[in-house]
Structure formats: C-alpha cells, structure tokens
C-alpha cells in the first residue's frame, strides 16, 4: 500500500510537460503503484480557485484512485463557500492553501483570520511552505504557530517543512526550518515529503526521519510535477532508508491512512 498525499489535477506554472487530468494521474499512480493519490486543483492554485474546485470536484467523481482538497484564498473570501464540497463529496478531505501562489502573507491577520475559519472547518489541511530562495509567504515557523491554536486540526507542512536551496549554491540543501517545525513536536503537525532532494541527495531522507520521526511523515511527490518514474524514485529512497519496514509502512502510508480517514470523519 502507498498513498501520496500531495498532487495536482491540471496545469503546473502553465508548463506543458507539467500537466495531467484525472485519467492522467490515474495512470501514473499505476505505474508507480500507488494506491490511493490526493490532490487540489491546479487551476485553482494559479487562476480561479472557484472554478479550479468545481473542477476537481467533477473529475473526483470518475476515478478510482483520487481524492481531494478544497483550495482557499483569502483574496476571494467567497472561496469559503466551496467549503460544502467537505460534505457534499465525500473523496474530498481537506483543505489546501497556497500563500506563495496566491500571494499573501501568513503574517497577515486579516489572512490570519480568514484561514482560521477555514482550519475550523476541516480536520486536514495541506499547507504549501515556502522551499525556495526569494519566497517566504509561507515560513514554516508562522504556520507552526497557526497550526498550534488548531489542535483539533491535523496540518501537513508541504515540501519538507520548507527545505531550500541556497541561494549562493542552489542545488545543496537546507533543513534549518525542518528541525525548527520539529522541534516544537506539535502533536497534529505532519511533513510530506514532496521535494525531489529526497533522492537527488544521499541523506536528506535519513536526516528527515532523525529530526521529524516516522510517526510524523507521510508521502508526497507534487505530482504531476513529478511523473511516475520520479514517483518511483521517492518511493525506492523510502523503501532504501536503514529502518524498520514497521517504520517505512509508516511514512508510505499507515499515517496517511490515518489522516484520510479522519479527516472523512
């Protein structure tokens, strides 16, 4: 069994190559063996949110392997409303938010406070952090924070909790703000591990697992930004790692499981 917990239905940075409908995904998941995919909307992340959630409210109901969130932005508070997809469509299980595509900053209060409302209404959210020189609407301190006053929420930090380049040697990477998340051990905060220094780089995945534990990690790959061979690749790096199968079925899938289900609840 494994369930990737973080994907995208439709067009990434409007780049052909990184595109896929629901059919598309479906295929990559069975080339990858995946089982179960998790996705929002890529329309709704990079044009209109509304649509973009219509969208993949559609397209949930024809496959087999998908589920999904429903994205918010606080620069459409009426994206608020698509909160009814939670209970309408039961393969939606949470809720997506994206301060660095939309453009806000989480230290803002009246953003603050919009997606406070949204975190009362779901028992999952997937938060993008920022991972990458010249971002940072999304630092994975200030989501900490705001996943600490919501403790009957489970929050997936995105990207590794924001592992980065550095911007003098972009291709060596950075786990300063996975250990400083992971420190705090906030009992309902989990990091995917959507980021493909975990098989570029010997180690980063030993490293996650040291600072963050398997209990808390679960598998993302940013699908279709990565297709199935890369997917393959993420697995294989989990699948290498020095530690227990006990621990591997943990960070594949038993603690996604756990967070689907719930989050269906």
């Known amino acids: 069994m494994i369930i990737d917990v973080h994907g995208h239905l439709g067009n990434i940075n409007f780049a052909p190559f990184w595109q896929a409908d629901a059919q598309t995904l479906e295929k990559y998941c069975v080339e990858a063996g995946v089982d179960a995919l998790c996705v929002s909307s890529s329309r709704s992340l990079m044009y209109d949110v509304r649509e973009g959630n219509t969208e993949l409210d559609a397209a949930l109901k024809t496959t087999s392997k998908l589920l999904g969130y429903v ?133 980063v995945m030993e490293r996650m697992v040291e600072l963050a534990g398997a209990d808390r990690i679960v598998f993302g790959t940013d699908v279709p930004l990565q297709g199935p061979m890369q997917m393959r690749f993420a697995i294989e790096a989990i699948q290498a790692l020095p530690i227990p199968e006990s621990d591997k079925e943990k960070i594949l899938w038993r603690n996604a499981a756990k967070l689907l289900g719930e989050a269906q609840k």
């Open 71 to 203: 994205v918010v932005n606080p620069m459409f508070p009426e994206s608020l409303e698509d909160l009814v997809l939670l209970d309408s469509n039961p393969k939606f299980r949470g809720v997506k938010a994206h301060p660095d595509y939309h453009g806000y900053n989480l230290a803002s209060k009246s953003r603050q406070q919009f997606l406070h409302e949204a975190a009362k209404k779901t028992k999952l959210m997937l938060f993008h952090v920022s991972c990458m020189p010249g971002t940072g609407f999304a630092d994975a301190m200030q989501v900490a924070e705001f996943a600490a006053q919501h403790p009957e929420t489970n929050f997936i930090f995105a990207h590794m909790a924001g592992i980065f380049q550095n911007g003098n040697y972009p291709y060596f990477p950075n786990q300063d703000n996975l250990e400083k998340v992971c420190a705090l051990k906030l009992p309902n905060v989990y990091i995917d591990t959507a980021h493909y220094l975990m098989y570029v780089y010997p180690g």
